[in-house]
């Protein structure tokens, strides 16, 4: 088939990019800027945004099923002139009308864990409102929601890390938020299934990963990996959500108040969707093992 993968330059595309190449298909990375790409020479690029739906238009001819990976991080406010608006509903929408205008017969949309178009923060409303333009769109779709996604080169671990110092830390409300985190290894066949596999049309998976664990449990992991301890000490939510609104607006500052609340939020599933794609849970590679430290605060969920 010919697959094109809307953010096929990022963390997540660019495996999915190796990984549907490795599997025979002809693959084209569509990215804002893909000219420094570490992708398989079989791999073709093309340039473009998908804000901008003139500059993507084009690539979408010959097409037999379109990817779109295009997000802005949760955990990080949007840099410049960027919004989530912008990249996750006007992205999708330029993606649904290349797909239709160039008929396109499938797309297969990574969208996230607790996507409402209600949301409490803009990440998640706009992912919701994406997957409203997707649900009502003239071709066949797959939705995969995701908790958060681990592996090299990605921002969870090092996210846990730029909120906090080792050995003894504050953290917003002690770092209880929990999560599902998956393993980027993990996560990229299933993405590959959901495109050869026409059985997943017309289905939304919630993804997580074999264990449960909080972002205290993430930080002690991620300074466990370096030799060192850490003691967290908790901050009540409504002061750290004081500060992160006060420190938003200053442009070394990577979090605002859409962070703070998204530090509020479960990133858990209530039914684990990798069991589609032939995978168990307990399958799955934990976060200590990616680090190669032991956990043992965690149980596999």
Not at 96 to 116: I, T
Not at 138 to 152: E, I, K, N, T, Y
Not at 229 to 234: A, C, E, G, M
Request: charged fraction near 20%; charge should be negative; glycine fraction near 10%.
């Amino acid at each position: 088939m010919n697959v094109i993968v809307a953010g096929g330059t990022g963390f997540i595309g660019s495996h999915l990019c190796a990984e549907l190449a490795d599997r025979g298909h002809d693959v084209t990375a569509l990215a804002r800027s893909p000219d420094d790409a570490d992708l398989p020479n079989t791999v073709e690029t093309a340039m473009g945004d998908v804000s901008a739906y003139e500059s993507i238009e084009s690539h979408f001819e010959g097409q037999d099923v379109a990817v779109n990976l295009v997000a802005l991080s949760p955990l990080f406010k949007p840099k410049g002139n960027l919004s989530h608006e912008t990249v996750h509903l006007q992205g999708t929408e330029n993606v649904v009308r290349a797909c239709e205008e160039h008929d396109v017969g499938k797309l297969v949309q990574m969208s996230a864990l607790g996507a409402d178009p209600n949301g409490p923060t803009a990440y998640l409303r706009t992912k919701g409102q994406a997957e409203e333009v997707v649900r009502s769109a003239d071709l066949d779709w797959v939705l995969v929601r995701p908790s958060v996604v681990f592996g090299d080169g990605g921002e969870f671990v090092s996210f846990t890390k730029k909120l906090t110092t080792p050995y003894v830390t504050g953290f917003p409300g002690g770092g209880k938020t929990p999560f599902q985190p998956i393993w980027l290894g993990d996560l990229v066949p299933m993405l590959a299934d959901a495109v050869e596999d026409d059985d997943h049309v017309g289905e939304a998976y919630d993804i997580g990963g074999p264990e449960v664990l909080t972002l205290a449990d993430v930080t002690h992991l991620a300074y466990a990996a370096e030799g060192k301890s850490v003691r967290i000490l908790p901050v009540p939510m409504p002061l750290a959500k004081l500060g992160m609104t006060m420190a938003g607006p200053l442009p070394f500052i990577p979090f605002g108040p859409d962070q703070a609340r998204s530090l509020k939020v479960d990133n858990t599933v209530a039914d684990n969707g990798v069991a589609a794609f032939g995978v168990e849970p307990h399958e799955l590679t934990t976060l200590s093992s990616y680090l190669g430290v032991e956990n043992t605060a965690k149980a596999s969920a």
